[in-house]
């Protein structure tokens, strides 16, 4: 399903595709267990971690930044409109107002942390075998999905903005075949570089399902007594 491209952009295109007859069915579908922790519990018997990809921080910045700007904007509200505001309060109103600022700051504090959590913990699985994309809604939600690579049609790095090309981040979007859904990774660091290791890790696993294959083939002929 590929979408309509914006900005500059550089596609990898898979040279060759996996024979129809050894292409395993895809899995969109998270898994039953919805606590799974670690990435070695996300893999399947035999699969071999490449590389994790972590989402860049420039991402997270954009939430601190939104909150600073926040709050001074309220700071300069309140001494644009109520100048005197602090000046007359009582000393009994003054410590119950800065417990409440105390407050406010802690809650804003676990509020970051928990932001914090949720964007480190989205990540990208590059395995022998597939991709496993873990995106972090909340502290309790999250999503996994697998997708094969033989079902990798094409794999997409986007850069937009003069910020992205000088932190070296963008979007890796890879597209699948049919009308399943795509992967969509944003805030990636190096994408090209990512990129490129997801078409190397596909193009082996096309060539180690064509030798199987090539492997079974000869042991049936042989067993038929044909070679």
Avoid at 71 to 99: C, E, H, K, R, W
Avoid at 130 to 152: E, G, M, T
Wanted: charged letters at 20%; proline letters at 7%; one cysteine or more.
């Amino acid at each position: 399903m590929p979408p309509e491209s914006q900005g500059p952009s550089s596609s990898h295109q898979p040279p060759n595709h996996l024979p129809p007859s050894v292409m395993p069915p895809i899995n969109m579908t998270p898994p039953p267990d919805s606590q799974l922790s670690t990435n070695e519990d996300l893999l399947e018997p035999d699969e071999q971690e490449l590389a994790v990809v972590r989402r860049h921080p420039i991402g997270i910045f954009g939430i601190y930044l939104e909150t600073l700007i926040g709050l001074l904007v309220v700071t300069g509200l309140l001494f644009a409109v109520a100048p005197d505001f602090f000046n007359g309060l009582s000393s009994q109103a003054y410590q119950i107002m800065v417990a409440v600022i105390v407050l406010g700051l802690a809650i804003l504090v676990f509020f970051l942390f928990v932001a914090t959590y949720v964007y480190r913990q989205c990540r990208l699985l590059i395995t022998n075998r597939s991709l496993v994309q873990i995106l972090q809604k909340s502290l309790f939600i999250r999503k996994v999905s697998r997708l094969s690579f033989s079902n990798v049609e094409d794999v997409t790095a986007e850069q937009r903005g003069i910020l992205a090309s000088i932190l070296n981040y963008g979007t890796l979007l890879i597209q699948t075949a049919g009308t399943e859904d795509n992967f969509e990774f944003k805030y990636c660091p190096r994408p090209n570089r990512y990129a490129d290791q997801i078409i190397e890790a596909r193009q082996r696993y096309a060539r180690s399902l064509e030798e199987e294959h090539e492997a079974e083939l000869a042991q049936h002929l042989h067993d038929m007594g044909l070679s």
